[in-house]
């Protein structure tokens, strides 16, 4: 080959890597679950081998004052691009994601994130989105950690 083939086929191959880095995700690539799916998994995020995780996407702050019993508290940028993948998480069939409401912009870019970061692969769609949110599961009564500072003597 010539030499001019190969410095093309270089510049398109860092184009590529580059341009890779960097992809935007869709909504549609967003598996929304309802509350009755949001029960089901919430099930499987009980025990030592436990299935699916609940994810928290709000704020430290708000996360303290109570969420989904079991839930552990990410938010996007604690999802580092560039590093591998979390055993914890990759290891469940199921990453609920949610945050206070359907109006939870944080939770739909904690989806987005993890999308982008690989927790979905092409044989296995594990990341999930819950628009209901923390309100939506208190209102129901379904079980919630409240804050410990809380507890009656």
């Not at 949610?98 to 987005?112: C, E, L, W, Y």
């Amino acid at each position: 080959m010539s030499p001019r083939i190969w410095v093309v086929l270089g510049v398109v191959l860092a184009g590529l890597h580059l341009g890779g880095c960097q992809r935007q995700v869709s909504d549609k690539r967003i598996q929304i679950v309802t509350l009755a799916e949001a029960v089901k998994l919430h099930e499987k995020s009980k025990g030592a081998d436990a299935e699916a995780v609940f994810i928290d996407a709000r704020r430290s702050s708000i996360f303290e004052q109570g969420t989904i019993e079991g839930a552990i508290n990410l938010r996007p940028n604690d999802v580092d691009l560039r590093a591998r993948l979390d055993p914890n998480l990759e290891s469940k069939e199921a990453l609920v994601v949610f945050g206070q409401n359907p109006s939870s912009g944080v939770a739909r870019a904690m989806v987005k994130r993890l999308l982008q970061a690989g927790y979905n692969s092409m044989f296995k769609s594990r990341v999930k989105f819950y628009p209901g949110g923390y309100d939506e599961w208190l209102a129901t009564g379904l079980p919630v950690t409240e804050p410990a500072g809380d507890a009656a003597p």
